[in-house]
T-cell receptor, first 115, second 114 residues
Framework: GAVVSQHPSWVICKSGTSVKIECRSL??????MFWYRQFPKQSLMLMAT?????????EQGVEKDKFLINHASLTLSTLTVTSAHPEDSSFYIC???????????FGPGTRLTVT | AQKVTQAQTEISVVEKEDVTLDCVYE???????LFWYKQPPSGELVFLIR??????QNEISGRYSWNFQKSTSSFNFTITASQVVDSAVYFC???????????FGKGTRLHILP
């Protein structure tokens, strides 16, 4: 089946620094990828839709200047958390939309801890 | 607006018991997809099933079965003869037909006690 990877799987950073998380579709191309955030013991909340070659579409309440998304190729989307703060600590999960079959595949997630 | 409701926040059953996880959804789309995912402590989502809105047939896969009823907008998940390894958080999710966004329910934390 289709595989989506995320890197890093976990990261600890200091408050005020920026962190980049990568989402890759390993064996298929994905013009659309999605980024989710999951706080402890909560559900997955969609943050944004990442479209290859165009600007990401953010869900209501998500700061686009804080969560920068770049989808520069058909197999890679990146999420950069800028000026991270402890409240940004969360589990970030991406998904990639394949075209044949037309299904979404989820990455394993990245656990971000901001100290 | 699309919405997925999992009313059961947490369930505990003794091993070998059957358990049903409820899921009720709301959507205005005529074409949509319903999912169940398992999330073990590692955090990685495990895909269990995807069902489109035109297929109301019940599905069975080993000890897992799903009951889809459009009349009540429900897509319930039953584990038969539960095992300790079934302990996890289970999410029901909905994807509308237009924008490919998947909306998740709040999840049900399932504890299977030995």
């Amino acid at each position: 089946g289709a595989v989506v990877s995320q890197h890093p799987s976990w990261v600890i950073c200091k408050s005020g620094t920026s962190v980049k998380i990568e989402c890759r579709s390993l064996d298929f191309q994905a013009t659309t990828m999605f980024w989710y955030r999951q706080f402890p013991k909560q559900s997955l909340m969609l943050m944004a839709t990442s479209n290859e070659g165009s600007k990401a579409t953010y869900e209501q309440g998500v700061e686009k200047d804080k969560f920068l998304i770049n989808h520069a190729s058909l197999t890679l989307s990146t999420l950069t958390v800028t000026s991270a703060h402890p409240e940004d600590s969360s589990f970030y999960i991406c998904s990639a939309l394949g075209t044949d079959p037309y299904e979404q595949y989820f990455g394993p997630g990245t656990r971000l801890t901001v100290t | 607006a699309q919405k997925v409701t999992q009313a059961q926040t947490e369930i505990s059953v003794v091993e070998k018991e059957d358990v049903t996880l409820d899921c009720v959804y709301e959507t205005r789309d005529t074409t949509y997809y319903l999912f169940w995912y398992k999330q073990p402590p590692s955090g990685e989502l495990v895909f269990l099933i995807r069902r489109n809105s035109f297929d109301e047939q019940n599905e069975i896969s080993g000890r897992y079965s799903w009951n889809f009823q459009k009349s009540t907008s429900s897509f319930n998940f039953t584990i038969t003869a539960s095992q300790v390894v079934d302990s996890a958080v289970y999410f029901c999710a909905l994807e509308g037909g237009r924008d490919d966004k998947i909306i998740f329910g709040k999840g049900t934390r399932l504890h299977i006690l030995p």
